[in-house]
């Protein structure tokens, strides 16, 4: 079975700063290609970042373009989200996802969440 | 960005009965659509990828049809289990969207 476990979400103030991780096991990590998605309360699914099995590519959603960065340990199973001038929009349960199968067609293992919250 | 819109919002449904939701795209997305259920406070769950594959493990009454910009998930013989609100997801190209979700209630 696949584990996907977020941490790092936390209470912080407009303009801070947080970093999230999301630890992977059970899987060759280094070759999938992972994703954020958050949703805000009550809200719907809004992808945020990509990143490539090498990490090499990323791609940002504009709401979060030049804030946030995706980045991943190969060696540690591990990607992260580096949040920076957060704003109250921001608050959410942040997903790390994977991009599985055999040809990469399908976004199959979500993990828990894990929870922003972005207020004074 | 490619939009997603999903209807209905809300559906009211009976055990047993036979629900459709719809999505369409705002341009052609191809076959790369997923539907998604979703449980309050849990993860999503794959049910449907490349609009018509059912997931591993997925019972047989859901199913995906569509391509390009319309596409459908049936929910056959609704179950107490499948109240839950259900997204469609494009994936296409980056960045990726959802749809608006859809609640089956009681």
């Known amino acids: 079975e696949v584990y996907l476990v977020e941490s790092g979400g936390d209470l912080v103030k407009p303009g801070g700063s947080l970093r999230l991780s999301c630890a992977a096991s059970r899987f060759s990590f280094h070759t999938y290609e992972m994703n954020w998605v958050r949703q805000a309360p009550g809200k719907g699914l809004e992808w945020v970042s990509y990143?490539?099995?090498?990490?090499?590519?990323?791609y940002y959603a504009d709401s979060v373009k030049g804030r946030f960065t995706i980045s991943r340990d190969n060696a540690k199973n591990s990607l992260y989200l580096e949040m920076n001038s957060l704003r109250a929009e921001d608050t959410a349960v942040y997903y790390c996802?994977?991009?599985?199968?055999?040809?990469?067609?399908?976004?199959?293992?979500w993990g828990q969440g894990t929870l922003v919250t972005v207020s004074s | 960005d490619i939009q997603m819109t999903q209807s209905p919002a809300t559906v009211s449904a009976s055990v047993g009965d036979t629900v459709t939701i719809t999505c369409r795209a705002s341009?052609?997305?191809?076959?790369?659509l997923a539907w998604y259920q979703q449980k309050s406070g849990k993860a999503p769950k794959l049910l449907i990828y490349?609009?018509?594959n059912l997931e591993s493990g997925v019972p047989s009454r859901f199913s995906g049809s569509g391509s390009g910009t319309d596409f459908t998930l049936t929910i056959s013989s609704l179950q107490p289990d499948d109240f839950a609100t259900y997204y469609c997801?494009?994936?296409?190209?980056?960045?990726?969207?959802f749809g608006q979700g859809t609640k089956v209630e009681i």
């Open positions: 341009q052609s997305i191809g076959y790369w």
């Open positions: 996802a994977r991009v599985g199968g055999i040809a990469a067609e399908k976004v199959d293992y």
């Open positions: 997801h494009q994936y296409n190209s980056y960045s990726w969207t």
């Open positions: 990143i490539s099995g090498s990490g090499s590519i990323t």
């Open positions: 490349k609009a018509s």
